[in-house]
C-alpha cells in the first residue's frame, strides 16, 4: 500500500508531504489542479516496485531505467525535464520524489530525482530494500471493456493516443479468473456487484460480455451496456481474477464521469465496500455529489471503520495548495464547494 509521497518541484506540487491512509483517499480539485499528476506518480512508483520485486535482482542503474520509461510512456511528456515544476524558479531546476509502500520487512522505501535538461535518465537517490506483494491496478476516466479486444496488442504494434495506464489495465484484465474457492468477503463483494449490474461479467473469444441475472434473456455486448454499468463490471472482473484483493491499491481517475447519479451511488458503494475488504483506494473527483454520498456512506454501520482520508487541491499563486485531513470539513474550502452554494442562492432566488 502507498504510505507517503513527498514531491518537490514536480509539476505543479512545489514543496508536498502527502501521507495516505490504508482504506479510502480522497483527491479533490477543479480540474487542473494536479489530480491525475497526484495519481499517476503514485502509481508508476507502486507498478515499478511491484514489478521489481517479480524480477530477478536488478542493478541500481536497471531500476533507475524501469523509473524513467515508465514516468515517459504513463506521463508522455515530450522529455522527462517537462514534468519539472519551472513555476517558482526560472531555468534550470531539479525535481526529487520520494515514496514510501508497505511490503514485507523494511517496508518499500525509494527516492529518485530528475533536472529540467532530462532526456530520459533518473537518478535513483534510494534503492528500495523490500517489495510489494500485490501489484496497483489503475483505472483511467474511460472505461476498457468496450474498446478491449485487440487493445494490448494494437497498443504493442502501433502509436496510439493513449497513455500507458490504459495498456497496464488491458493486461489486467486478460488474465483469466482464479481457480477455487475465493475468500468470503471477495465473494461477497462480487455478489454486491453482480447485483449493481444485475447479471455476471463473461469472456468469449477475447470480448467480454454481460450475462443478465433474468432467466432466459441473452448476453450484451459491453458496447451495448451503459458506461455505468460497465465501469462495475471492470471492477468486479478484478476482483474475479485476483489483481483486486487485500494489500493492493486501486487508483481511479474521476469514477464519476460519464455516469448519472444513481450508478454513482453505486459507484460511491463499490469504493466504500473495496475499502473495507482491504483493498487501499485512492481516487481523484471534483464531483460534490460522489462525495456527499461516500460521506453518507462513511455513517452506516458497515463502513464505520473503514479509515478515510481527503486531499483537497486548490490554486494557489505559483503552485498548487494542498490541504488534508479524515473528514471533507477538515479540508480547505474548494471551489466545486462554492460553487455549489452560489448556485442553491440562485435557485432559490428564482422564487
Known sequence: MLQQLDLENFTVFSNDSLAFCPGLNIVIGENGTGKSHLLKIGYVAAQVAYRIGKSQRQTKDEMGRQLADKLITVFRPDSLGRLVSRKRKPGPNRCDVVVKLAAPGEGCNFAFSFATNSKTDVRLDAVPLGFPDAGPVFIPTREMLSVFPGFAAAYRQRELEFDETYYDLALALEDRPLRGKRP???????????????????????????????????????????EGVRKVAMVAYLL??????????????EPETNLNPRLLRNVAETLMALAKQGVQVIAATHSLFLLRELEILKSDQRYKRVATRYFALAPATDEVHVSVGDRVEDVDPIAMLDADLEQSDRYMDLD
Do not use: C, H, T
Open 184 to 226: 468470503a468477503s471477495a465473494s461477497a463483494l462480487i455478489g454486491n456487484l453482480e447485483d449493481i449490474m444485475e447479471g455476471q461479467v463473461v469472456v468469449d473469444n477475447g470480448r467480454f460480455y454481460l450475462r443478465p441475472n433474468a432467466a432466459g434473456a441473452d448476453s450484451l455486448e459491453m458496447p451495448l451496456v451503459a
Open 240 to 253: 474475479v481474477n485476483g489483481w483486486l484483493r487485500d494489500k493492493s491499491i486501486l487508483f481511479w481517475d
